[in-house]
């Protein structure tokens, strides 16, 4: 049977205009919105990334304050920065666009920000409270393939979910929403034996590697759910970390690369910046 396609573009659509109207409640208690956007060097691919967070926000009707620094910008500006807009009770969320030029201390950056504007949850604070399964903003990647699962009707309660990669950003975050969702869940790394076993016995396999194409059909247990975080540039442009043409056939739904977990990670930072700002005028 043809497997499910995953089209994270109809659901980061829905997803933002469910934030568009909680943006217009808030406006009509005199509430607006504000999200400050930090990006400092010029990366071309953070300056993309930038660009569009900000038309994100002109479209949900969030203000963005957007931030342009040198690479050079020193190490004590930059938190100085961070601290200026903590006290600002007209911005809610705050984005330091990482990776930081060399030189940056971005986990002192990241631990600087009050961490109710943390919108991208990467404060110690946001991961503490999501291991303790306290409210918190979550990191918009995996909180995103989660709304995808609810969007697709996918319930993680008692089965066997595997996440390959560790990060901070993606993988470990992942692994505990998923684990807060019932299901029984398994991290792997580049230090585990015998990867592909361990994927066949998932039912929901999450692949957050950064490696081209690297799992095939022979990592995937048949009728799988598989959701593709990677984007990788090759020569045959973007791809993911799964090899669509062959998991596709064996799996019972799956997310292309681009167009399933990309357009969430953006969609979840305006639900997380909504969120914020709901919350500070409680
Ligand atoms: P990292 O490089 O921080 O982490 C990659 C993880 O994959 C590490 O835990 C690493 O293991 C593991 N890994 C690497 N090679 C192998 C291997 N051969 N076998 C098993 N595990 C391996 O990447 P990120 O988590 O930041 O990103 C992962 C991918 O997701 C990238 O392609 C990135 O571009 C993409 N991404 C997509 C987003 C989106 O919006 N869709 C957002 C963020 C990232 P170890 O810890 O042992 O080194």
Do not use: W
């Not at 470990?172 to 684990?179: D, I, N, R, S």
């Amino acid at each position: 049977m043809a497997p499910v396609i995953i089209d994270g573009k109809k659901v980061a659509a829905h997803v933002k205009e469910r934030a568009a109207e909680r943006v217009a409640a808030l406006k009509a208690r005199g509430v607006e919105p504000g999200l400050a956007v930090i990006l400092v060097g010029d990366d071309p691919a953070s300056r993309a990334y930038v660009d569009m967070k900000e038309r994100d926000c002109a479209q949900v009707g969030i203000r963005s304050i957007d931030v342009r620094l040198p690479a050079d910008t020193p190490q004590a500006e930059l938190e100085a920065l961070v601290d200026g807009f903590n006290a600002d009770p007209a911005v809610h969320g705050i984005l330091v666009q990482l990776p930081l030029p060399d030189g940056l201390d971005a986990e002192a950056v990241i631990a600087r920000i009050a961490p109710e504007k943390d919108v991208d949850g990467f404060h110690p604070v946001s991961i503490g409270r999501l291991v303790r399964g306290l409210p918190a903003l979550h990191a918009c990647t995996p909180a995103g393939v989660m709304e995808l699962l609810r969007a697709y009707g996918i319930d993680p309660r008692g089965k066997r979910a595997v996440v390959v990669g560790r990060s901070v950003i993606v993988g470990k975050p992942m692994a505990l929403l998923l684990l807060q969702a019932d299901a029984t869940v398994t991290v792997c790394h580049s230090k585990t034996a015998d990867l592909r076993a361990v994927c066949r016995e998932a039912d929901i396999l999450v692949a957050a590697i950064g490696r081209a194409r690297m799992i095939d059909a022979s990592y995937v247990k048949p009728g799988a759910v598989v959701i593709d975080v990677g984007i990788n540039r090759t020569d045959a442009g973007l791809v993911g970390d799964v090899d669509f043409e062959s998991v596709a056939p064996i799996a019972s739904a799956i997310t292309p690369v681009p167009g399933g977990v990309g357009p969430m990670t953006r969609a979840m930072l305006m639900e997380n910046t909504v969120a914020a700002s709901e919350e500070a005028s409680r």
